[in-house]
């Protein structure tokens, strides 16, 4: 049976765009379980003491139903080094709890993160939506594999632009970020274009 995850921000106790996450995970459960009995997440996600203090990321595994929840400190990670990598058969369009293939091309690229091209357009990296900069323009890629939270929050206020991106097209852009539901633009990761080996 296939499982999903939902990663939620919890900021001093306060459960961040909860209503979104919802959104997704009714989706989900409607399309692989036939089914419009979702959990609420407004009555399951109860932030216990230890979680009320600083970021906390809570991640909720679930399928028809929840099955875990788990609350952890969330630290910003930055890697090092990205990888252009071509795969054209990876499926990522709902937020599965098995990511193996992705710690596998990370292997393959020996760097510490990639960013991944299928069918000839640049989507995601193994862990985020990604953006470029160009011009004070921050850009996101039309083609990614999973359109995050927090990449839809952004598109809807004009704070970013999507565009279709090819690997050629990164010559154009001085900036990359990452964002994900924990990464916003204030806190989402950023370097220049040479941290990218292959570009």
């Known amino acids: ?8 921000s919890v900021k001093e106790g306060q459960i961040q765009h909860l209503a979104d996450h919802q959104e997704r995970m009714d989706r989900t459960i409607l ?3 036939d089914s ?3 959990p609420d997440l407004n009555s399951v996600l109860s932030v216990p003491a230890h979680a009320r203090q600083g970021w906390i990321k809570c991640r909720v595994v679930y399928d028809h139903d929840v099955q875990e929840i788990t609350w952890t ?3 910003v990670k930055k890697p090092a080094s990205f990888a252009l990598v071509h795969t054209n058969d990876l499926d990522y369009s709902y937020k599965y709890t098995d990511r193996k293939i992705f710690s596998e091309l990370i292997s393959q690229a020996e760097t510490d993160d990639i960013i991944i091209v299928k069918n000839g357009w640049i989507t995601d990296s193994s862990y985020a939506n990604l953006l470029f900069r160009t011009d004070d323009r921050w850009i996101t890629p039309a083609h990614p594999l ?4 927090q990449r839809s929050r952004l598109l809807q206020s004009g704070v970013i632009e999507e565009e279709p991106i090819k690997p050629s097209d990164l ?11 924990l990464l916003d633009m204030e806190n989402g990761p950023e370097w ?4 990218i080996k292959n570009l």
């Open 1 to 8: 049976m296939y499982q999903f995850i939902e990663t939620i």
């Open 31 to 33: 399309h692989f379980f």
């Open 36 to 38: 419009r009995s979702t």
């Open 73 to 75: 400190p969330y630290q």
């Open 146 to 149: 999973l359109p995050g939270t």
């Open 171 to 181: 010559q154009q852009f001085d900036r990359l970020k990452l964002i994900n539901a």
């Open 192 to 195: 220049s274009m040479d941290v």
